[in-house]
């Protein structure tokens, strides 16, 4: 678990400090949410494991939409590969190393919009560190909470890890190309297990090999585009 947090260990940390850090992070979040507001960004915080597909989907994403600018904030322990990645598909990106933080938290996303330039963007994507517990405990000021969630994983994960379901607006179903090779695996019953997480259940089934799923996703995105702008307007 982090060092930084405790991650809600009371051995680590004590439950009135995690606490107080919680309400120090929910303010940055407003604030951040302030500036994504008034430059007019749908920021999305995209969570999921190691290695379920975070940086291939948004790969995919770019290649698909267009008229769009994209912009990425990525998060790992070392290293920017992801954020190489991206920048190599076209997605301006920014990376953040967090040393031993399991999560990013709004001060760390705070300080990486100041260099970064969001105010040129329409989108951007917060590819949070991979890990299905602690990302889901901390509010960046995003718009929507995206959820990773790779076939190879297997059926049971929402069910072992529901704090990060039940957080989520959209839960992505990834590399679904693999199905046919995975006999013990069914699209069906990992949607069955969301089911029963989810407050408001929304999956879409994609693979970033193949572009299946992707034009579904990207609809998503519009539509939460359409209903922040329509907010906006009645502010």
Known sequence: MCEVCGCGDPEIVAVEVRESLLEGN???????????????????????????????????????????????????????????????????????????????????????????PVADLDLLFIENVGNLVCPAIYDLGQAANVVALSVTEGEDKPLKYPVMFRRADLVL???????????????????????KVMPAPATIPVSAATGAGIPRWIEWIERRRREQDGRSRME
């Open 26 to 116: 929910d303010r940055r979040a407003a604030h951040n949410r302030e500036h994504f507001g008034r430059h007019g960004i749908v920021a999305v915080n995209l969570m999921g494991s190691p290695g379920s597909g975070k940086t291939a989907v948004l790969e995919a994403t770019a290649k698909a939409m267009g008229g769009l600018r994209l912009g990425a904030i990525t998060a790992d322990l070392a290293t920017e590969r992801d954020a190489e990645r991206l920048r190599a598909a076209g997605i301006p990106s920014h990376a953040i190393t967090t040393g031993s933080a399991c999560h990013l938290d709004a001060a760390l996303v705070h300080r990486a919009l100041h260099e970064f």
């Open 173 to 195: 179903v990834t590399k679904t190309d693999l199905l046919p090779h995975l006999p013990n695996v069914s699209l069906a019953a990992i949607e069955e297990a969301l089911g």
